[in-house]
């Protein structure tokens, strides 16, 4: 039963970003650590890393087209989730440092010995352990969204107020981070990592698992997604979407129905940002920034909301722009990010992926049906 609701919804264009990303998670590592560096076919580690970062935001994407391309809710806030995975990855990281800091202390990490910190604060308790950290992953991030979209939800909250509140949530939160009291690394976060499950983060073999793992995340996200929308219940979310108050009145409890995708969707962006912070070596207060989660609304519209492919190529293709873009003039990418908001908006408010549909739609409306049965012959 359990697999019939993730199967049952996986059509051509979902099955078929399935077998992608699998072939993709499978090809990079073995472009880097297999064929030799002489060889033109060889992947330089550098872009391991950058594409395990693209991999992580796709993910994220993927995770806010669940709420908002199905359930009508724009969340500018979603890279708070995305954050507070990352802060609970890093807080495991920091932990397996031990003595090979720089102050050598075993259980303070540096930052904490520099403040004068005397003993480790509660809420590190149990981050040396990483399936303490992996559940932490996915519960704070989780718990978060159920009691901000619970209350949310049940006051009838929706539109811009929404988006309004959810974006200063996690403004709330990146002044809260950036305070050295708080005990996270203030305004310089976690960083100097050392190991993951006793792996070196900095080896070629790490880096290749975590790119891998990070294309399976998308992979699950994709099951997990296509599962929810397909079924009765993604029924109701897209009722949801186009008309909440008739559905509310119809005897629907919207407010549990939002609610529970709002939470699924955080989950997977905690996930997101679980396997982004190994791969890059670094989480600060920065990931909170509101820019960040509206970016990810970039994503999800330049590749098509509503429909889970779409806001993986979106991340993919703009983060890749935004690399070469400010490599060549960076004083000039924030223009044109808008720019391309903008433009996407007024010229494919659908999305690449969701005009590339319509396009293809009304091309066989137009092609004429082939007919091999011969016209009659008429009687003389």
Avoid at 16 to 44: D, F, K, T
Avoid at 99 to 117: E, H, Q, S
Avoid at 177 to 203: E, W
Avoid at 205 to 223: D, E, H, K, M, N
């Amino acid at each position: 039963m359990i697999t019939h609701f993730f199967l049952k919804g996986l059509d051509r264009r979902v099955s078929l970003a399935l077998l992608l990303i699998l072939a993709v998670a499978v090809l990079v590592p073995v472009l880097n650590l297999v064929v030799p560096e002489g060889s033109p076919l060889h992947l330089p580690n550098y872009l391991v890393t950058l594409f395990g970062k693209y991999a992580t935001y796709a993910a994220l994407a993927l995770a806010l087209d669940l709420v908002w391309g199905y359930c009508g809710i724009l969340s500018l806030g979603h890279g708070a989730f995305f954050a507070l995975g990352g802060y609970a990855m890093g807080m495991y990281l920091m932990r397996q440092i031990g003595t090979r800091g720089v102050y050598g202390d075993p259980i303070l990490p540096d930052f904490m010995v520099f403040l004068n910190w005397k003993e480790l604060p509660w809420y590190w308790w149990g981050f040396d352990h990483f399936a303490f950290a992996a559940v932490m992953v996915v519960l704070v991030p989780g718990l978060l969204a159920l009691v901000f979209g619970g209350l949310a939800f049940r006051s009838r909250v929706t539109g811009v107020y929404l988006s309004i509140i959810t974006q200063a949530m996690t403004y709330a939160l990146l002044l809260a981070f950036f305070r050295n009291d708080m005990g996270f690394g203030g305004n310089n976060g976690l960083t100097d990592f050392k190991d993951v499950l006793g792996f070196n983060v900095q080896a070629d073999g790490t880096r290749a698992v975590l790119f891998a793992l990070s294309c399976l995340t998308i992979a699950l996200g994709l099951l997990i997604s296509s599962g929810i929308v397909h079924s009765k219940l993604g029924k109701v979310l897209v009722a949801i979407r186009d008309a909440e108050s008739r559905t509310r009145f119809i005897g629907y409890r919207v407010a549990t129905y939002k609610t529970f995708v709002f939470v699924v969707s955080a989950m997977l962006a905690g996930i997101a940002g679980a396997l982004y912070v190994p791969q890059v070596g670094i989480i600060n207060p920065g990931e909170f920034s509101p820019a960040n989660s509206i970016e990810a609304v970039i994503w999800v519209a330049v590749g098509g909301r509503g429909t889970l492919v779409g806001p993986i190529v979106g991340a993919v293709a703009v983060n890749w722009g935004k690399t070469w873009f400010t490599g060549v003039l960076p004083e000039l990418w924030l223009f044109a990010l808008g720019a391309l908001f903008v433009l996407v908006t007024l010229f494919l408010p659908k999305g690449i992926v969701g005009t590339w549909s319509d396009w293809r739609a009304s091309r066989k409306a137009k092609t004429p049906p082939s007919d091999p049965t011969p016209a009659p012959v008429p009687a003389e």
